[in-house]
């Protein structure tokens, strides 16, 4: 069974997808959305990763994908809280502002 | 008659028969719940459009249709134009899995109840866009109530659903109720009973996850006017409740699929039990509600109205006959015992919202989170060893 | 052809989605850009015959982890952040990015194709046939009998999650 659409396709809006992501992560101020540029990125790991599987008809790249959704869940529930903690803080999200850390 | 044969046939009349009729069934089954909580509290519920109050969802439909569509000043537009249409595209779509009888279907496919819960996932999305996008306090409240409460009760609403795909071993709409008809028995009846369990818990979430009474909290009128819906008006306020009645017999569609057998009449493999039950009951239930209607022809007040309750009777007496029939017995029974189960459980949610007071806020969530996900993991963890105890 | 065209489709919704969302400045029309880009995602899942993923991607991340974001969201305040400043000064970092991701295509586009050879036994040809690796019980086969330990580890993360994020966020236990 020959794909329609061949592989590298995916592979291609795969890396387009991680690129704006990361572009997103180290472009925006606000942590929401640099938290959401995550997402972003996870979604093409997550996409090359079924691409692989379908080309290969393995179930490996599914269950993969699976754990990476799993982590991602566990990511925003711990994350959206420290962001919740950090507002209550300091009235602000924006990165620049919350940099205690930095000498 | 070569169309009738293309594989895209049924699915696409069927998809056009339920965006087309769906707004009346839910119109009607407005009119039933009014006439119902009427009758609970000792009124008449409305009488005045039509014979007893029959033609009453007409009249409101086209008083929705042409109010004026008011969108508040400090509203973010294009979202409040957008969220009741997420809502009533999603409870439409859930539609597409659901088994009227084995053929009557739109699709069957493996992830069919997956599906279905996918779409009650995203239709939150509809509630909390909408309230937030009204840019007002008491939507925005509504609509935070409403996205806690749908996410936890969602939980329990699934681990209850997964004990009956465990009794089934698929999650195609069609497969669990075949699994039903080769057992013997709705799943609500199985292993010894205990799985009323998981149906309760069913029941329970069902309730919550469609915002209905005694857990409407995210519109509870005497708190937050009408919740994350305070701000629509017009069409935009049918589409909201389009989607809250879809909801509702979605839900009642998946517990009668799950634990109610589907289509499949009572006692599914009792040969002499056949006839009386495909082709009697449906009789007794149109006909029999058709005489009953007749003593209230003499109560109407004019001409026009004793010849559309007339009308109304005969043609339920006529549908009753034709179960009769041993054709249409065979090809109608299913359908029928599906719509007939459906509209029993809708008949309980409003027995419910009639009969008990609503609860408290952190009552909602003690009852989500420390009753309904325990109780749902252990019937999980029960039926899974009593299953495999019998040796299914 | 009807798969050239859905892959065009979902392609769009999902590179549309994720350009407004790193662009748009209010967070809840980001967050609602992430959801189109997910349904994209969603949808080439489907493409690809992974039907319980794009479930999961439904039911876990736009019904269960976007709705979390745009309840933040609804939660903070950020009246005062949407007048600011959007973008930080690494700009030429997002510009390397680019840089890279962009010689990245340009090396698909050039070799089209035949840029992923896999040796020729990589692919199993037996389970072919049916939904390659889409079905529910092949993956819940795999991932309750091989996978079993990550499994129930992936279990114990969300747990440890789940009570972390309560501590986090409640001021007194």
């Known amino acids: 069974m020959t794909t329609a659409v061949p592989l590298s396709w995916y592979l291609i809006l795969s890396a387009i997808l991680f690129g704006l992501g990361v572009a997103g992560f180290v472009f925006r101020r606000n942590i929401i959305t640099v938290f959401m540029s995550i997402e972003l990125m996870l979604n093409a790991v997550n996409l090359s990763f079924v691409a692989f599987s379908y080309q290969l008809r393995q179930t490996d790249g599914h269950i993969y994908t699976f754990f990476v959704m799993v982590v991602a869940a566990a990511e925003a529930a711990v994350g959206l809280a420290i962001i919740l903690t950090v507002f209550k803080n300091r009235a602000t999200l924006e990165i620049d502002e919350v940099s205690d850390l930095k000498n | 008659m070569e169309i009738l044969q293309h594989p895209l046939f049924l699915p696409v009349v069927l998809t056009l028969a339920i965006v087309g009729i769906f707004p009346l069934v839910s119109g009607y089954i407005v009119l039933v719940e009014r006439k119902v909580l009427a ?354 | 052809m009807l798969d050239t065209i859905f892959f065009y489709l979902f392609a769009l919704l999902t590179l549309l989605g994720a350009v407004l969302t790193i662009t748009r400045r209010s967070a809840v029309h980001s967050a609602i850009s992430l959801i189109v880009s997910l349904v994209g995602v969603a949808g080439l899942f489907l493409l690809q015959r992974a039907e319980f993923l794009f479930a999961v991607q439904i039911v876990l991340y736009i019904g269960g982890i976007m709705l979390l974001f745009l309840f933040v969201i609804m939660l903070v305040n950020l009246d005062r952040a949407e007048r600011e400043r959007q973008f930080s000064k690494a700009w030429w970092l997002a510009l390397a990015c680019v840089v890279g991701v962009g010689a990245e295509i340009a090396y698909f586009l050039t070799k089209g194709p035949a840029a992923f050879q896999f040796p020729p036994g990589a692919a199993s040809p037996g389970v072919a046939s049916a939904a390659a690796g889409g079905n529910v019980e092949r993956l819940a086969d795999a991932l309750f009998s091989e996978y079993l330990l990550p499994f129930e580890m992936a279990s114990l993360l969300l747990l440890v999650a789940v009570v972390g994020s309560v501590i986090l966020a409640k001021k007194r236990i």
């Open chain 2, 39 to 392: 009758d609970i509290q000792v009124r008449l519920g409305p009488m005045r459009v039509g014979p007893q109050g029959l033609l009453q969802p007409l009249a409101d439909a086209l008083k929705l249709l042409i109010k004026e569509d008011l969108i508040p000043a400090a509203a973010d537009k294009t979202i409040f134009w957008i969220a009741p249409c997420i809502s009533t595209f999603t409870a439409l779509t859930a539609f597409s899995v659901l088994p009227f009888s084995p053929i009557l279907r739109v699709v069957d496919v493996n992830v069919g109840l997956l599906i279905v819960s996918a779409m009650s996932a995203v239709g939150i999305l509809g509630i909390i866009l909408g309230g937030w996008s009204s840019n007002s306090h008491y939507p925005l409240l509504g609509a935070l109530r409403g996205a806690a409460q749908l996410v936890s009760y969602e939980v329990a609403l699934a681990l209850a659903l997964l004990s009956g795909v465990m009794m089934a071993g698929t999650l195609s709409m069609v497969g669990i109720v075949k699994a039903q008809l080769e057992r013997g028995v709705w799943f609500a009846f199985d292993n010894f009973g205990l799985m009323l369990v998981p149906f309760m818990v069913y029941l329970i979430s069902a309730i919550a996850e469609t915002n209905r009474a005694p857990f409407d909290l995210p519109e509870a009128e005497s708190e937050l006017v009408a919740g994350f819906h305070t701000e629509y008006s017009g069409f935009r306020f049918a589409l909201y409740f389009l989607a809250e009645y879809t909801n509702i017999f979605v839900v009642a569609s998946v517990a009668v699929t799950l634990f109610w057998g589907g289509w499949l009449r009572p006692f599914p493999n009792v040969a002499w039990l056949d006839w009386p039950l495909s082709a009697g009951v449906p009789f007794l239930v149109l006909a029999g509600s058709g005489f009953a209607s007749i003593f209230l022809l003499k109560r109407q007040p004019s001409a026009a109205q004793r010849y559309i309750l007339l009308v109304v009777i005969l043609g339920l007496i006529f549908l009753g006959s034709l179960f009769l029939i041993p054709v249409v017995t065979r090809a109608a029974s299913a359908p029928f015992w599906f719509f007939f189960k459906v509209g029993v459980f809708i008949y309980g949610m409003i027995w419910f919202r009639g009969t008990f007071p609503r609860f408290r806020y952190d009552q909602l969530m003690s009852i989500g989170w420390k009753y309904m996900i325990p109780i749902g993991m252990g019937a999980i963890l029960v039926n899974a060893v009593v299953g495999m105890l019998k040796g299914h």
